[in-house]
């Protein structure tokens, strides 16, 4: 079964850091590319960034440019975002999703919330 | 940057056929994608490649896309097909490459 499984969500305060992990199992993990998606409690959905198979294309949301990074380590299929800077409105629920195709994302992980609060 | 505009809600009678729409500029040039999500859960795909269908969704799911709008139909709504729907995009212009949602439908069943 393939499964995508977030941890590292939490409390931090303003200007504060967190790296969120999303751990992949029942697939060649190495073989896909992978993305983050956010949304805010009772908002839509948000993307996040985008990061290719070998780590060779990374894209991001202009909302997080310059204060987030994704990363994967194909050998341990995991997936990775590190959050700096964080602010108020990043708070949400995380998730990590495999991307199947041309930017068509399945399965989603079950989601790890962040908030961001003093 | 590209914007895809969803009706904030949709009502339906059990039975009936939901449209659901996502318009953007010439959407029709783009592979649209579509999304179910049920309170508390995860997103789940419904639509891929603007009228394919992952394995396991009814054959009630359809879409079609075509100019400045891309539609999922659904026939026959049951009440389990209650639940918010957002359409998603690749944006791959000179300026930026984004993957992009609308802002979601929610799916009343009366």
């Known amino acids: 079964e393939v499964q995508l499984v977030e941890s590292g969500g939490g409390l931090v305060k303003p200007g504060g850091s967190l790296r969120l992990s999303c751990a992949a199992s029942?697939?060649?993990?190495?073989?896909?590319?992978m993305n983050w998606v956010r949304q805010a409690p009772g908002k839509g959905l948000e993307w996040v960034s985008s990061i290719s198979s070998s780590s060779s294309y990374i894209y991001y949301a202009d909302s997080v440019k310059g204060r987030f990074t994704i990363s994967r380590d194909n050998a341990k299929n995991s997936l990775y975002l590190q959050m700096n800077s964080l602010r108020a409105e990043d708070t949400a629920v995380y998730y990590c999703a495999r991307d199947v195709g041309y930017y068509d994302f399945f399965p989603w992980g079950q989601g790890t919330l962040v908030t961001v609060s003093s | 940057s590209y914007v895809l505009t969803q009706p904030p809600s949709v009502s339906v009678a059990p039975g009936k056929t939901a449209r659901i729409t996502c318009g953007g500029n010439n959407i029709g040039s783009k592979s649209v994608h579509w999304y179910q999500q049920k309170p508390g859960q995860a997103p789940v795909l419904v639509i891929y490649?603007?009228?394919d269908r992952p394995s396991g969704i009814p054959e009630r799911f359809s879409g079609s896309n075509s100019g400045n709008t891309a539609t999922l139909t659904i026939s026959r709504v049951e009440a389990g097909d209650e639940a918010d729907y957002y359409c998603q995009v690749w944006d791959s212009s000179s300026d930026s490459q984004h993957v992009v949602f609308g802002g979601g439908t929610k799916l009343t069943v009366l």
């Open positions: 029942g697939f060649t993990f190495s073989s896909y590319s």
């Open positions: 490649y603007d009228s």
